[in-house]
């Protein structure tokens, strides 16, 4: 299996902007789709945007479409989530996630096999 962490979170003002990193080891990252999920207090995880294997296509969640984009650097055996436009709702634990089952972008928390420890966002008004 994929070992993830994930790294970049923090504290950042409402309108700022924030990078997370999904750093992958082992050689086969390019066999798994990638997915950000995020998990507020008292929320249940919720899906946020997803890569292919490839990283050709892409889905983002209707709450951060034109805000959040995801990216990944194959060579660097990397998923980024380049997040702008942040809001207070934006507030919470945010964890990658890889699936070898899906070749395309997937958003079913429920279908991927590895998960990060998570890195912490706080968005302040």
């Known amino acids: 299996q994929v070992q993830l962490v994930e790294s970049g979170g923090g504290l950042a003002q409402a309108g700022g902007s924030l990078r997370l990193s999904c750093a992958a080891s082992g050689r086969t990252f390019s066999n798994y789709a990638i997915g950000w999920f995020r998990q507020a207090p008292g929320k249940e995880r919720e899906f946020v945007a997803a890569i292919s294997r490839s990283g050709a296509d892409t889905y983002h969640a209707d709450s951060v479409k034109g805000r959040f984009t995801i990216s990944r650097e194959i060579t660097k055996y990397t998923v980024y989530l380049q997040m702008n436009s942040l809001k207070p709702e934006d507030t919470a634990v945010y964890y990658c996630?890889?699936?070898?089952?899906?070749?395309?972008?997937?958003?079913?928390?429920?279908?991927?096999?590895?998960w990060g420890q998570g890195t912490q966002v706080t968005v302040s008004s």
């Open positions: 996630a890889a699936t070898w089952r899906q070749r395309g972008v997937e958003y079913d928390l429920r279908k991927y096999d590895s």
